[in-house]
């Protein structure tokens, strides 16, 4: 499993940069905590600890992502969809 956190990591790194245009505005507190989750989720898979989804467990990434109004088909709602889907297929066990 630990080639495929290794290969979460650059998701991350792309949902990280989508964020960071969010650090700034109406929802800056909300727009943080995302990117805390996140760096958080990086750490852990960089590191090879992060538990396995066994195809069932999600991270939460996108809890609290909608207060943000970012449109369904934004660069960061897409980022952290990939995210998920790829933990859920590929970080299994």
């Avoid at 369904?72 to 709602?77: A, N």
Wanted: with cysteine.
């Amino acid at each position: 499993m630990t080639a495929n956190l290794t290969n979460l990591v650059p998701l991350i790194d792309q949902a990280l940069a989508a964020a960071s245009q969010r650090s700034q505005g109406a929802h800056q507190e909300r727009a943080q905590q995302l990117t805390n989750a996140l760096q958080a989720v990086r750490q852990q898979a960089a590191a090879g600890t992060l538990e396995p989804s066994r195809g069932v467990v999600t991270l939460g990434l996108t809890r609290g992502v909608a207060d943000l109004g970012e449109p369904l088909d934004s660069p960061l709602i897409q980022a952290l969809g990939a995210i998920e889907k790829y933990y859920q297929e590929h970080c299994r066990e």
